[in-house]
Structures are given as C-alpha cells and as structure tokens.
C-alpha cells in the first residue's frame, strides 16, 4: 500500500500568514493525488486535485504543486475561515489512501 | 445541486450487521463511480470500497474483504453497504462520496455525504 506522510501534523499560523503543508508518498504516484479541507462535523471538501488543478469554486488562495512522492498545499494567506484539518490522497492506486492530517488552528 | 445523504448507521454488538445507503439527487447517478471512506473517531480516513458505473467493477480495502459488500440500484439513485460480522475498530463515521466524472473521466472525488456514525459495541 502507498503511504502518505502529512507535515506537519499540527499548524498553529496567524490570519494572513503564508501556510505550507507538505504530502510526501512512499511510491511515485505521478499527479493522482488530491487534497481535501475538512471543518469539525462536515465531510471533506476538494480543494486541489491532480496534485495542482483548482477545484471549482475554491479560492485562488490555495495552490497545489508537486509530482511523483512530494507535494505541497499551499495557502497565500490564510483567512479566518481556513482554520481547519487538511488531508491529502492518493487515487492512483488501490487501496486509495490518505495522509494523517493536518491541523491548522489560529496562533 | 448535488446531494449525497447516506443513513443506515446505528449501534451494534460486535459480530452483527448494518446496511447503509446514500441517497443521491442533483446529477445522474447511474453515470458515476462511487466510494466508502470511513472516519474513525481518530479522526483517520479510510477508503473502503469502490463501485464503477453499472457496478462492473469493484474494489475493497483489505481491512473489510469478505465482511462488506458494495452495491448500487440506478434505479434508486442509491448506493449501499452491506456490513457484516461488524468489530470495534469499525467504529467510524461512514461517507459516501462521488467520483469527480461521468463514467470514470476523472480520477478524483468531488462531493461527499454528510456521513452516518456507526458504532460497534457491547
């Protein structure tokens, strides 16, 4: 199975801070990899997919990049209403699997 | 607009069964591939289950092979999980979620389900 390593696993970052969080795979997964937002009690939401290709509606704030084992999520500046958990996974292979997580709470 | 609603989840005793379903509306069903993750209350998310369009091809996690099965009525617009000979550790929040396509002209997943909790215990 491919493993995803999120880092870190916890950010503590200040509205308008530049936000970095890194999705390293143990194999080389090309560009199948996705990175989701998750807020207490919702479902995941897509933000990125195919490593760097914004989904639609999400703000221009977030950008991915990365190819074959790293990646990252970056966000330029970070607003109120992105204090959340971010995940990255991979759907290049089965099983699909996902990194552990990172928590962005407010500094 | 797109909505997943799954249902179904409940508590059980080690060893029994649940099924969960996932309503969906807002887009043609029949013409997208479908998954199960599941949260556990670690708050760890595990891809279960995988159905394409028709149902011709599925795929399952090792950890629940041979104890869950995946299904789908077009007919419905319903997906389901049939599960079986239920454990601890398979206490979680369950959600369904949407491949990104139609028939598979996209690797990715877009819209989730709000999830349903099952919980496995004595």
């Known amino acids: 199975d491919i493993q995803l390593t999120q880092s870190p696993s916890f950010l503590s970052a200040s509205v308008g801070d530049r936000v970095i969080i890194t999705c390293r795979a143990s194999?080389?997964?090309?560009?199948?990899l996705a990175w989701y937002q998750q807020k207490p009690g919702k479902a995941p939401k897509l933000l990125i997919y195919?490593?760097?290709t914004l989904q639609s509606g999400v703000p221009s704030r977030f950008s991915g990049s990365g190819s074959g084992t790293e990646f990252t999520l970056t966000v330029s500046s970070l607003q109120p209403e992105d204090f959340a958990t971010y995940y990255c996974?991979?759907?290049?292979?089965?099983?699909?699997?996902f990194g552990g997580g990172t928590k962005v709470e407010i500094k | 607009e797109v909505q997943l609603v799954e249902s179904g989840g409940g508590l059980v005793q080690p060893g029994g069964s649940l099924r969960l379903s996932c309503v969906a509306s807002?887009?043609?069903?029949?013409?997208?591939?479908m998954k199960w993750v599941r949260q556990t209350p670690g708050k760890r998310l595990e891809w279960l289950s995988f159905?394409?369009?028709?149902?011709?091809?599925?795929h399952y996690a090792d950890s629940v092979r041979g104890r869950f099965t995946v299904s789908r009525d077009d007919a419905k617009n319903s997906l389901y999980l049939q599960m079986n000979s239920l454990r601890v550790e398979d206490t979680a929040v369950y959600y369904c979620?949407?491949?990104?396509?139609?028939?598979?002209?996209?690797?990715?997943?877009?819209?989730w389900g709000q999830g349903t909790l099952v919980t496995v215990s004595s």
């Open positions: 807002g887009f043609t069903f029949s013409s997208y591939s």
């Open positions: 195919a490593a760097s």
């Open positions: 194999q080389a997964i090309s560009s199948f």
């Open positions: 159905i394409s369009v028709g149902g011709y091809t599925i």
């Open positions: 979620a949407r491949k990104k396509g139609e028939h598979d002209s996209s690797w990715f997943y877009d819209f």
């Open positions: 996974q991979q759907v290049g292979f089965y099983p699909l699997t």
